[in-house]
T-cell receptor, first 114, second 116 residues
């Protein structure tokens, strides 16, 4: 799977929007962009995924650049519970068929200030 | 509904002992994954089951590690002759059938294994 680059950490204030960037300049046409997060002392939690179009769900929005070389996870109104490590992961539809699992990088440690 | 359940939540054992970690996936999820997360490290994928079958076991760290799944449900990860470097949080995830790439993986909270 292609590599992703994320900032090591970001800080935001409670009740404000948060934009978490991810660069994936070597993304292929069959790579889906997935986001997971891991709260302290818990297993990772699926957040959202997309291919080309922007996606929205109850947790967040995913904005994908037109050239797909970058994407941004948007938390519209951060709460203290959103403090976690956020992982941007690419998954190639034709690579292993799922048998290779998720490849987690270092992710972005999001700090929320009250 | 019930999520992925792992037991025990914590396990402390002496070097050289065998340990068995259990994962109960979400009902109806045919895909099951094992990962481990060492202190300060990222998550490392270990093995994937589709039903009771694991097509690729090359991600297991050594031949001391084995995993099985029976009845398409519960899975166990066994570590024989534990070493201190086996200390980590072992995480299990499950997902629905269909295109695995597109199905979200649902994780348990892991088993924290400490080898003395």
């Amino acid at each position: 799977d292609a590599k992703t680059t994320q900032p090591n950490s970001m800080e935001s204030n409670e009740e404000e929007p948060v934009h978490l960037p991810c660069n994936h300049s070597t993304i292929s046409g069959t790579d889906y962009i997935h986001w997971y997060r891991q709260l302290p002392s818990q297993g990772p939690e699926y957040v959202i995924h997309g291919l080309t179009s922007n996606v929205n769900n109850r947790m967040a929005s995913l904005a994908i650049a037109e050239d797909r070389k970058s994407s941004t996870l948007i938390l519209h109104r951060a709460t203290l519970r959103d403090a976690a490590v956020y992982y941007c992961i690419l998954r190639d539809v034709y690579s292993g068929g799922g048998a290779d699992g998720l490849t987690f990088g270092k992710g972005t440690h999001l700090i929320i200030q009250p | 509904g019930a999520g992925v359940s792992q037991s025990p939540s914590n396990k402390v054992t002496e070097k050289g002992k065998d340990v068995e970690l259990r994962c109960d996936p979400i009902s109806g999820h045919t895909a099951l994954y094992w990962y481990r997360q060492s202190l300060g490290q990222g998550l490392e994928f270990l093995i994937y089951f589709q039903g009771n079958s694991a097509p690729d076991k090359s991600g297991l760290p050594s031949d001391r590690f084995s995993a099985e799944r029976t009845g398409g449900s519960v899975s166990t990860l066994t570590i024989q002759r534990t070493q201190q470097e086996d200390s980590a949080v072992y995480l299990c995830a499950s997902s629905l059938a269909g295109q695995p790439i597109l199905q979200p993986q649902h994780f348990g909270d892991g088993t924290r294994l400490s080898i003395l």
